[in-house]
């Protein structure tokens, strides 16, 4: 009966080592997966924030390149119309001389 005794206090105490041990092995990964999980909450936070300042420097560029074609189109414009009389004496002129002949 003392064997008995002895040997189901030694079978619990193996027990007890190898439910602390798993215990033990699955609070480390546990710890690994917050680790991780904390590091990706990170990369995602810093990807948001680059994106964001990235549409914004491109939103600036967008709209000086925008500016920029607007002034041009507009000298153009004034560069056109200062010019049309001009134009319209040269092409007249030509009709006059070529009916002329």
Excluded: C
Aim: charged residues 30%; proline residues 1%; positive net charge.
């Amino acid at each position: 009966m003392t064997y008995i005794l002895i040997t189901l206090i030694g079978a619990s105490f193996i027990f007890k080592y190898q439910l602390l041990k798993k215990i033990n092995k699955v609070k480390k990964e546990n710890q690994k997966l917050q680790t991780a999980l904390s590091a990706l909450g990170r990369d995602t936070t810093n990807f948001q924030a680059g994106i964001s300042r990235d549409s914004h420097s491109q939103k600036k560029e967008l709209e000086i390149t925008v500016k920029r074609m607007d002034k041009k189109v507009d000298v153009m414009r004034r560069d056109i119309i200062n010019s049309l009389p001009t134009q319209i004496r040269k092409v007249i002129g030509h009709i006059e001389f070529s009916t002329r002949a």
